[in-house]
């Protein structure tokens, strides 16, 4: 019996191709006759140089420059931006944006921002929400803040872990805190964590702490190429403070980030006192990956970078300081490096970025490979040969009358 099949998802068609991992292919013919022709019948593409037939009785478009989509219907800002090399360039609605990292070293390195006029965050109810995903290995460090006089708040790692901390004014009267995560996760490992910070009626704020690893985004394939499929992260860390500041009259978040880079500062990394203060702690020394608010993003890039950018809902990066665009570490284990010659024994520098471990050969183990493991523990000679410990091995002296290794 022959069956052509036609499932999609989200709207992509399923490849039946046998390398395709998420379909076992049994009795489908490959080049099974098409029962019609897709770009006849349905003359499916829009802004198209042509349509061709696919198998089972599916089309593939292909699309004039600026277009995009099944169907080239959509328009592919991307194809007239100038996202930087190191940034993936992501359509949006009416324009595109460039999506990156951003690396920041002490208390050097800054952005500020701005936000266009049109810019209208949809925070659903919040007056702030930050999501972005950092690494580093720094114990303290600030990450964002928003200013306005004497008046902030702002995240920061602190012990190694996130904190929040803020003093704003209600009435007559200041209220300041510096509050941690409740299980004090600590996110100065050097791996990435994904963070969520909101703040709600200037009442309440949430953060949320997660693991993010890059083996946690998942994909299908399919003939169009492939699906993402997000992977719900898992939540390690979070605090949720009520009533942080009275509500009525508190300072308003959000037309605090609306005057920012005017009568306040919108900022990721920089320090957060002058060096001379006592309340002076070194800057952020990390990477940030998409840092957002109410889903737009934070680009770290003067707006300059980006031509032919038809997207009037933005934030804008006046000031990017000392910021490079990679999450390159330090090179800890070449020439020079703390790690180069310190893995004894044939042990190999695995750079863990801006840390290192040794890799041992068999045979040896501990911090620099310095240990010479027994392997005549246990014995393993018989008929009382003597056992001489090696590199890695053993080798038994064997008794008048006896051979053989053991
Ligand atoms: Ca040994």
């Given at each position: ?22 379909v ?49 219907s ?14 993936t ?119 949320h ?45 959000t ?20 060096r001379?203060?006592p ?44 910021v ?19 893995c ?63």
């Amino acid at each position: 019996m022959t069956l052509n099949l036609d499932i999609q998802v989200n709207g992509l068609n399923l490849d039946f191709d046998s390398s395709s991992s998420l379909v076992q292919v049994a009795d489908v013919l490959p080049g099974a006759q098409n029962t019609r022709s897709a770009c006849t019948d349905l003359d499916p593409c829009d802004q198209a140089v042509s349509c061709n037939d696919t198998y089972y009785n599916d089309y593939m478009c292909v699309c004039k420059f600026g277009y995009r989509g099944k169907n080239c219907s959509e328009p592919d800002f991307c194809s007239y931006g100038t996202c930087p090399n190191e940034s993936t360039c992501v359509n949006l609605r009416s324009g595109y944006e460039c999506v990156g990292v951003a690396s920041f070293s002490q208390d050097m390195s800054v952005i500020s921002y701005s936000m266009t006029d049109d810019l209208v965050l949809a925070t659903s109810g919040s007056d702030l929400d930050l999501t972005f995903s950092m690494r580093t290995r720094g114990r303290y460090g600030l990450i964002f803040q928003l200013r306005e006089g004497p008046y902030h708040v702002s995240l920061r790692v602190a012990r190694g872990h996130l904190e929040v901390n803020y003093k704003l004014k209600a009435g007559e009267f200041e209220f300041s805190q510096s509050v941690g995560t409740t299980k004090r996760q600590m996110v100065n490992d050097g791996k990435w964590y994904s963070v969520r910070f909101q703040v709600t009626n200037s009442t309440h704020f949430q953060l949320h702490v997660y693991a993010n690893t890059e083996a946690e985004t998942g994909v299908i394939s399919t003939e169009n190429g492939v699906i993402p499929v997000e992977i719900q992260p898992q939540l390690l860390d979070n605090i949720t403070l009520t009533e942080f500041s009275p509500r009525d009259p508190g300072i308003d978040l959000t037309a605090m980030l609306q005057a920012s880079g005017n009568t306040s500062e919108l900022l990721l990394g920089g320090p957060d006192a002058p060096r001379s203060s006592p309340l002076w702690e070194a800057g952020f020394n990390g990477c940030l990956r998409e840092a957002r608010i109410g889903e737009v993003l934070l680009p770290y890039y003067v707006d300059e970078t980006f031509a032919n950018n038809s997207n009037s809902e933005r934030f804008l990066a006046q000031k990017v300081v000392a910021v490079t665009h990679d999450c390159r570490g330090r090179d800890v284990c070449g020439v020079g490096g703390p790690g180069y010659l310190y893995c004894g024994n044939g042990g190999r520098c695995v750079d863990e970025w801006n840390s290192f471990r040794c890799q041992c050969p068999r045979g040896y183990s501990g911090k620099q490979c310095e240990e010479d493991q027994n392997e005549c523990s246990p014995d393993p000679c018989r008929n009382q040969g003597n056992c001489v410990d090696g590199p890695g091995t053993y080798t038994c002296d064997c008794l008048p009358g006896f051979t053989g290794n053991q």
